[in-house]
């Protein structure tokens, strides 16, 4: 993972952590397993409502859930090469505060052993620790969300989990696959479109702004996906699609977000002004 300063007529453009070094480019330019857990949402069960309905409340039901476990993975391809990043961790869905750590394989890392990523996430913001490229190890980079062409949708190879819970306001052409099982707990499939735009406008306040940043950036607003609820509707997977060009070959990128352990106690404190580096960054 690199960060890009990118600059648009003499002027700093936004900083760019990019998912895979070497592999994965977002287009820049002037343009521009576990338990059910918890309380969860009071004892709500998903009915025969309408699924569109369902997953538009799916935030929402996560907001009252409070924190929850997670665990991603985003699989970038590009041409014939295919690299997935891993990221566990947890996350406050009221406070929309998380704290992942993001492990590069090591082809994407350019070396062997290269450290975890600890990634810090906020409204509108991303901290990243160990991120290298000549970053001092006690300082961390700070990039604004709101200034990224896909929103953090993409951007830190882990998809921001209540933005990925947010994007299911927009979502379009929904059908409803049947109850499976997912890790002992069962679950209600749902399959459909998200519009970009459409989840942007409807969006809670502290996400909006990543939002409309994505929904101005990426070339096309559907993004396919794959949902998986719970009875009482708490968003225990979600699978989305993302493609977009870049400069030479289409991106595709399938980003995966599982939730458990509702209920769970979640600390992040973010960095202060002094622990952020300002200095600056490598080029790539």
């Given amino acids: ?6 600059r648009c007529g003499g002027g700093p453009l936004a900083v760019r952590a990019l998912a895979v ?13 576990g338990g059910s857990g918890g309380a969860g949402a009071g004892g709500r069960a998903v009915s025969a409502e309408r699924p569109a309905l369902v997953l538009g409340r799916a935030a929402d039901v996560l907001v009252e859930s409070g924190g929850a476990e997670t665990r991603t993975s985003m699989e970038t391809a590009v041409g ?27 082809d994407a890392a350019g070396a062997d052993g290269h450290r975890p990523i600890i990634e810090l996430l906020a409204p509108g913001a991303l901290y ?14 700070r990039v604004d969300t709101t200034a990224l ?14 933005a990925a819970a947010e994007l299911l306001r927009g979502a379009r052409e929904v059908t409803y696959r049947g109850r499976t099982e997912l890790a002992g707990v069962a679950v209600r499939h749902y399959r459909g479109v998200a519009d970009l735009g459409r989840a942007a406008r409807t969006a809670s306040p502290l996400s909006r702004d990543a939002l409309a940043a994505a929904a101005k950036g990426f070339s096309r607003d559907a993004v396919p996906f794959d949902a998986y609820l719970d009875d009482e509707g708490r968003l225990r997977k979600v ?10 070959p289409a991106v595709s990128v399938i980003s995966t977000m599982l939730l458990y352990g509702f209920g769970s106690t979640v600390t992040v404190t973010l960095p202060d002004d002094a622990h952020i580096y300002t200095g600056r960054i490598r080029q790539s």
Wanted: hydrophobic share 40%; proline share 4%.
């Fill in 21 to 33: 070094a070497g592999v994965m480019a977002v287009a820049a330019g002037c343009a521009g397993g």
């Fill in 1 to 6: 993972m690199v960060v890009r300063q990118h």
């Fill in 80 to 106: 014939g090469t295919r690299v997935t990043i891993r990221g566990q961790g947890t996350y406050d869905f009221r406070r929309q505060l998380g704290q992942i750590k993001v492990v590069l394989p090591k």
């Fill in 128 to 141: 990243m620790k160990h991120r290298g490229a000549g970053v001092p190890d006690d300082k961390w980079v």
């Fill in 239 to 248: 699978r989305h699609r993302f493609s977009f060009a870049a400069e030479g």
């Fill in 149 to 162: 062409e896909d929103g953090n949708l993409v951007t830190g190879g882990v998809t921001d989990p209540m």
